[in-house]
C-alpha cells in the first residue's frame, strides 16, 4: 500500500513533464551529426540503413551525415571507416571526443591500445567468470574525433573488438 501511494505520488508529480517532453522514448528520433571528410563521389546509398536522412555535401569532399545513435553508429563507423581508408572525422554532433567501448583478448592487446594516437584509456574493467565462462576485459577509450577512423581500423588490424561507439552525452 504504502509502495502504491509513493508510484501515484511520483506520477502526478511528473504529469506536467510528462506533457511537455512527452511519454514515449523514439529511438528513432536520435541522431548524431558526423561532419566527414570523404570524397565527393561517396556512394551513400550503401549506408542507408544506418543514417536518418541522406548525406548533405557542404562544400567539395565535406559532408553533413547524420546517423541513428548507438548500435547503428557504431555498425556505420566500422563500416564506412573500412569501406573509405582515406575519410575522416571532424566533428560529432559538437563533441571533440567520443567514447569507444572495446574487448581485448590479451595483455598485448591492451599497450597496444595505448599507442593509438589521439586515444586514451580511460579505464578497462572484467566482469567475473561464471563457471567456465571466462569473459574478456573490456576498455572503455576517449578518442579524439579526428582520429576515430584510424582507431577503428587500428583495433580491426589487431584483433581488438569494437562493441560500441557513442557519443558523451550530459
Request: aromatic fraction near 12%; charged fraction near 20%.
Amino acid at each position: 500500500i504504502v509502495m502504491g501511494f509513493l508510484f501515484a505520488q511520483m506520477s502526478i508529480m511528473a504529469y506536467p513533464l510528462r506533457k511537455i517532453a512527452g511519454e514515449e522514448y523514439n529511438e528513432d528520433a536520435l541522431i548524431e551529426q558526423m561532419i566527414i571528410l570523404a570524397p565527393s563521389e561517396t556512394e551513400w546509398q550503401k549506408f542507408s540503413q544506418w543514417t536518418a536522412r541522406e548525406p548533405h555535401e557542404v562544400t567539395p569532399g565535406v559532408w553533413i551525415v547524420c546517423v541513428k545513435t548507438f548500435k547503428p553508429l557504431t555498425e556505420f563507423v566500422t563500416t564506412f571507416s573500412d569501406e573509405y581508408r582515406c575519410a575522416s572525422v571532424l566533428e560529432i554532433s559538437n563533441q571533440s571526443v567520443i567514447q569507444v567501448k572495446v574487448k581485448v583478448q590479451s595483455p598485448e592487446q591492451m599497450e597496444i591500445l595505448h599507442s593509438f594516437p589521439g586515444c586514451t584509456v580511460k579505464f578497462s574493467f572484467q566482469f567475473p567468470s561464471v563457471g567456465k565462462e571466462e569473459h574478456l576485459k573490456q576498455v572503455a577509450l576517449e578518442v579524439q574525433v579526428c582520429c576515430l577512423f584510424q582507431t577503428i581500423r587500428s583495433c580491426s588490424e589487431n584483433n581488438i573488438i569494437v562493441v560500441q561507439v557513442y557519443d558523451f552525452y550530459g
